[in-house]
């Protein structure tokens, strides 16, 4: 794969490691490939489609948008709490997401009632340096952010601070299940290579047996990630109670990043 297209390369890598994964790996393969093969027809009719979308098949493929560029752009100025943070290894490469949610929005910012305001910082970790956090989890930023093109934009760089940060105990107001995983819906049928969105949802979590647990309210349920660590800690902290979760939904699940309860924010 073209050095250029790194998105496209980590992908490729993607499918070789869902191989032999589990006893219904073929499905996940050829999830994958669907996936490539939208992307590579996208990347060959740019010119012909929609600006925003043809901005995404260009981020998705690796091709990034310059900083100066992105920062040239109109801001949607807010007051934005740092909801968590994840991190993934990819090659030597660390890379961190910080997931920024609109609790006061101000200008700009485009949401509706059944849709967040959500912004994701990138930060970049290499040959083993650690990526450390510019702001902890439950700090409020007063400040402009700056949106790289995309038909569902996400991803997003901080520029003017209008306040110094301040840290909140205070808990966002959680989503309904199914309303999160309608905004999730709109997000892949805008771009359908997105590989994940953030979610903010009051639930409980509840078994469902054999080891897997879900996020369960009124409304529905959604899986919590096989394998998350963290997950008797979750489990212990709610008490069987309702809790508010951000995490970041996937094809297999959500993967929380951090909960509230007894009004302290807890990094999971």
Known sequence: ???????LANRVKRVAARVGQHARWHADVLEEMAVLHALARGALR????????????????????????VL?????????????????????????RTWLLAVDQLSSAVATPSRLTWAMVLAFGTFGNDVVPEHPTGTVLHADAHWYPGAAPLRALIGRLHEPPVHTSRS???QTVETSLAAAGWAIAAEPWLERYPVCVRAVPTPVGNGRWTLADATGAVPIVPGFWR??????LSGGRPVTVVGEWSADGVLPLTMWADGQAVAL
């Open 1 to 7: 794969v073209d050095a250029q297209c790194g998105g």
């Open 46 to 69: 740019t010119s012909t489609l929609p600006d925003d979308l043809a901005d995404g098949v260009h981020a998705a493929t690796g091709l990034t948008t310059a900083k100066d560029d």
């Open 72 to 96: 040239a752009g109109v801001p949607s100025t807010a007051r934005w709490l740092v909801a968590g943070h994840s991190r993934v290894r990819e090659d030597r490469i660390t890379v961190q």
């Open 172 to 174: 966002p107001e959680g």
């Open 231 to 236: 997950l008797g800690e979750m489990i212990a």
